[in-house]
């Protein structure tokens, strides 16, 4: 089974500043894939960005951008210039080539400050 | 395009109760499947149903269980309804079942068991 990891509960930015979200994963699968999700208080799951472990340019969405590094097992999500709507929780998932269902690290909450 | 919409929001019910929750999702959209989110477990997978066939199990007891019908909306069941019950149980769609396809979420329905 898939395992995912992220190692930081909590994180706090200040608008308009970075953060970086870190997660590792565990698989012994060649061909995957690798997601983050936002979720604010409204609820819903909202895909951030996706990646493809046969691609080696690091995927970009706008602000969001993310670090892969198939070797370490390392998926990192960078915010860039903050904004308060980006107060959320964060979750890493990964869904194997073969696979059926995403597994999803614990999640990071984010909170922007004013 | 109209999002994956759950239905009801919120429910409360008591123990040994049993409990149907709803999921419309994404027009185009043929593959549902259900996870549960709670605070101590995080986001694990129930089910996954691809032209009203169950695919896949997630590893939940007998009383968890769903159907799809033939427009892809999707119902979960649960019966003898438990405490440990109470949860935020997601909806997600996609156009198939294979893995490169993304995962679109609904805004989930809060399930509180008394």
């Known amino acids: 089974a898939q395992t995912v990891t992220q190692s930081q509960p909590e994180m706090s930015v200040q608008e308009a500043e970075t953060v970086t979200l870190s997660c590792t994963y565990d698989?012994?699968?060649?061909?995957?894939?690798l997601f983050w999700y936002k979720q604010p208080p409204s609820r819903q799951m909202i895909l951030v960005i996706r990646?493809?472990?046969?691609?080696?340019q690091n995927a970009t969405e706008n602000r969001f951008s993310v670090n892969f590094q198939k070797a370490a097992k390392s998926f990192s999500l960078k915010i860039s210039d903050s904004q308060l709507g980006d107060t959320a929780m964060y979750f890493c998932?990964?869904?194997?080539?073969?696979?059926?269902?995403?597994?999803f690290g614990a999640g990071t909450t984010v909170t922007v400050r004013a | 395009k109209a999002g994956v919409t759950q239905t009801p929001r919120y429910l409360i019910k008591t123990r040994g109760q049993q409990v149907t929750l709803s999921c419309s999702p994404i027009?185009?959209?043929?593959?549902v499947s259900w996870y549960q989110q709670t605070p101590g477990q995080g986001l694990q997978f129930l089910f996954e149903?691809?032209?009203?066939?169950?695919?896949n199990k997630g590893n939940f007891p007998g009383r968890f269980s769903g159907r799809q019908f033939s427009n892809s909306r999707s119902e979960m069941n649960v019966s003898t309804l438990e405490l440990g019950d109470s949860a935020l149980y997601l909806c997600?769609?996609?156009?198939?079942?294979?893995?490169?396809?993304?995962?679109?979420f609904g805004d989930g329905t809060r399930l509180s068991i008394l």
């Open positions: 149903y691809f032209s009203e066939t169950q695919r």
């Open positions: 990646q493809e472990a046969y691609k080696q």
């Open positions: 027009s185009g959209h043929r593959s």
């Open positions: 997600a769609s996609r156009t198939g079942p294979s893995s490169n396809q993304p995962q679109h």
């Open positions: 698989t012994s699968e060649n061909n995957y894939y």
């Open positions: 998932a990964f869904m194997g080539a073969n696979d059926y269902k995403l597994s």
